[in-house]
């Protein structure tokens, strides 16, 4: 039998109800199979802050290494001053465990809701670099407060850094049926960072002759989400453009209560991280009102990139028939997350 | 008789055929007036970087300044290297000129195809600042082609460069009936510029009690933008997410070949310029199929910077029954044109 080590940081608002669902969901689908789970809880978020003004410590950081896995709910709260949990727990995690693909997958199910009055068939994934761009914290501010401040940000990219996400992006273009690869950026104004990607994309498009390969300026692609999404199969993205590409594309496939996401070291030489990409939704917390479904499907993720696919395929499977079956009647965190269970049991 | 000085610079692409209509429209709204116009053609774009390898000269810019206003086609071919166009002509223009306020109105006109389901009553407008940011061209790279390279971008913003473009759009919140004003920003991740935009708006906030103000991250804005566009009413944000929103903001209401834009210096000591939000489409270029309404919606944009607000009014008032007519059928440019020249003057 095999074990797996999942951290678990339930975070804060909603982070703890869908947490709970995913969990429930997570053993469910692991039932009747060799392989358990063992979870350790990790006390992080708004609360420990208030509580002791710590984020997250070197000794939080040692012990979520000793696990195969993350699974995080939300982070973020009001009352924390924006940044200090973002920055200081959230980033950290994703920047010290070098989560450098932050996968995004963005499937219309049959019968979601969507804004779109004729969204096609929309299927693709976001591979979203995860460890540079605008999000280094490389930025600071000189004489703040004055009429005389100056606050500059910098987008830091490296070739080290570009050339492995666009591999990654590229692999996984190769493995899809339509085989093809979208990169978006905004090559004609960030001229410098812009153009490493694109040589970086051309160059390992050598190596993958039968992946297409496109281009779309960040402006240009959040007009193709809302006109042509079903145009899209990998999208390969920098940090920032993809953090606003794949909220976007979240709402047109049935809202952030549907979409995953995994922050993932393919290497495997640290635990992956695997979160829904909603916040923590402070308004409807504690209301048993959020819908677990991301949460549920960020496991579903989970047991992929830890090579259990069948029971990540049940779990996904669980969900289609669910979501298939919706008629817009509001249902209860918990009653989905039941649901989902009896699916994967059943 | 009051004469304008309007300098023409048709650019790239589609950019001569969508200004000749837009021209024909200016000269229609004015005629029986007691306002004339000259212009004066400028020779910039991609074939004259051919035959001479300039962009945007200083003595270009010397004789640009001269005029009242600037009417712009589009600028960008792929015969040119991304962003030497860009950079060297669009831009720089926009930041020679300190065309501070990017003013992009996005108004979904009755019976405008939209990719969205359940629009709503769209009519906002995005103050986008044009002259910080990531835009200022602050960038660059070490090592350039070597597995080591490091391309860096930063984004400059300041306590002058924000405040000015704030101001500018709590007084255009102020002037309009909701009088709401929405920051766009990340000021969860970009801490330093975030909270320079941040404490400005609410520093400049306290001298429009009446303007109720709110916030969004980028990424959530996209959301709300396919979800409830009705909510905004004014937009402030910075140069990039402008540039990013004011797209999907178009794809929304009619597509880019409606998006009007103005890159507007408040102060006039320098003409402001007026070009539609679209690119130069080379794909269509010579074959008369652009729509010119997005450059004369730009031309009225153009009169109402002038203090011409009757003539104004009438080409806006021009282009919504020419839209309220449209049944889909294909018609040219020129066509186009003709017809919004009919009802100009009818
Ligand atoms: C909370 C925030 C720091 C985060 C991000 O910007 O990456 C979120 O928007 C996301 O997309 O996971
Ligand atoms: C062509 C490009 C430099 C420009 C920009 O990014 O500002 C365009 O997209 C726009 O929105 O006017």
Known sequence: TREIKLAVVAGDGIGPEV??????????A?????????TTAFDLGADRWHRTGETLTDADLEAIREHDAILLGAIGHPSVPSGVLERGLLLKLRFALDHYVNLRPSRLYPGVP?????PGDV??????????????????????????EVANEVS?????????VVRDAFARA?????????????????????HLWRRTVEAVGTEYPEVAVDYAHVDAATIYLVTDPARFDVIVTDNLFGDILTDLAAAITGGIGLAASGNINPEGTTPSMFEPVHGSAPDIAGQ????????VLSVSLLLEHLGLDAPARAIADAVAADIAE???????TTTVGDALVARVSG
């Open 19 to 28: 947490v709970a669902e995913g969990l429930k969901v997570l053993d469910a």
């Open 114 to 118: 969507t804004p779109l009055a004729a």
């Open 123 to 148: 299927d693709f994934v976001v591979v979203r670099e995860g460890t540079e761009g605008p999000y280094v914290g490389n930025g600071g501010a000189i004489r703040v407060g004055t009429p005389a």
């Open 174 to 194: 190769h493995a899809r049926p339509r085989k093809k690869l979208t990169l978006v950026h905004k090559h004609n104004v960030l001229v410098h960072a812009g």
């Open 288 to 295: 048993g009102k959020a819908d677990p479904t991301a949460t």
């Open 30 to 38: 692991l039932a009747g199979t060799d392989v358990s789970v063992s």
């Open 156 to 164: 830091v990219n490296t070739a080290y850094g570009v050339e492995r």
């Open 326 to 332: 919706r008629d817009g009647t509001p249902r209860s």
